[in-house]
């Protein structure tokens, strides 16, 4: 009931390309659902995230788009950049509910190198 | 403003020892979390603290053990290391209202090898 599949587990792509990250979660009570990027030697940073009342939220290069009905999230980064080499992590929490700690439930992370 | 620090960055310990890892955070935060990460894998949620005096388990809390005795502090104790918590541990901290509220904070890491 916990678990947040994440997939693939690592990507090449080209610079100016479109990198895409795909989440699958079970548990229907998660109602917060962050992306963390994280640089080798270096602790996750939170890089957009998204509620499930809204199906697409755009910052910049980055795209969260969320089915409900599906259980699925996804992580689109557009005109792909070698800086945007990194490690994505998906998450989840139940992030309304504060006396559950607000809790990430992580995905596995998918390695990602963009080619210059 | 130093956010959220660890220390220390690198340890080696051998079987058996015991060893507490510092974690200290300046944000004010109620929430603080400990994690570890192993090589090519996720976060696993290992304890966490909703506030001072106040810590539960996470999903992974075997070895370890933590105390919260101030806002500021959230220590991670090791009492027998064995080659299975090698890993890499980050502290984490979020607030209790507004955007912080959901928004998680990470410190740098450590490394830790029990060999």
């Known amino acids: 009931q916990q678990q947040v599949k994440q997939s693939p587990q690592s990507l090449i792509v080209q610079k100016g390309g479109i990198s895409i990250i795909n989440c699958a979660y079970e548990n229907t009570a998660f109602d917060y659902f962050p992306w963390y990027q994280q640089f080798p030697g270096k602790g996750p940073a939170l890089l957009i995230a998204i509620r499930p009342d809204v199906s697409e939220k755009k910052e910049g290069r980055f795209t969260i788009s969320f089915n409900k009905s599906a259980k699925q999230f996804s992580l689109h980064i557009m005109d792909s950049q070698p800086g945007d080499s990194a490690t994505y992590f998906c998450?989840?929490?139940?992030?309304?509910?504060?006396?559950?700690?607000?809790?990430?439930?992580f995905g596995g992370g998918t390695r990602v190198l963009v080619k210059p | 403003n130093a956010g959220v620090t660890q220390t220390p960055k690198f340890r080696i310990l051998k079987i058996g020892q015991s060893m507490t890892l510092q974690c200290t955070q300046d944000m004010n935060h109620n929430y603080m979390y400990w994690y570890r990460q192993d090589p090519g894998m996720g976060l696993k949620l290992i304890y966490y603290s909703v506030g001072a005096g106040i810590t539960d388990k996470g999903e992974v809390p075997n070895g370890y053990n933590v105390s919260r005795s101030t806002t500021e502090d959230f220590p991670l104790r090791l009492e027998l290391a064995a080659p299975s918590q090698t890993s890499v541990y980050f502290c984490?901290?979020?607030?209790?209202?507004?955007?912080?509220?959901?928004?998680?904070?990470f410190g740098p890491g450590t490394r830790l090898t029990v060999t």
């Open positions: 984490a901290t979020g607030g209790t209202s507004g955007r912080a509220s959901v928004e998680q904070y």
């Open positions: 998450a989840a929490s139940m992030g309304s509910r504060r006396a559950a700690g607000n809790k990430l439930t």
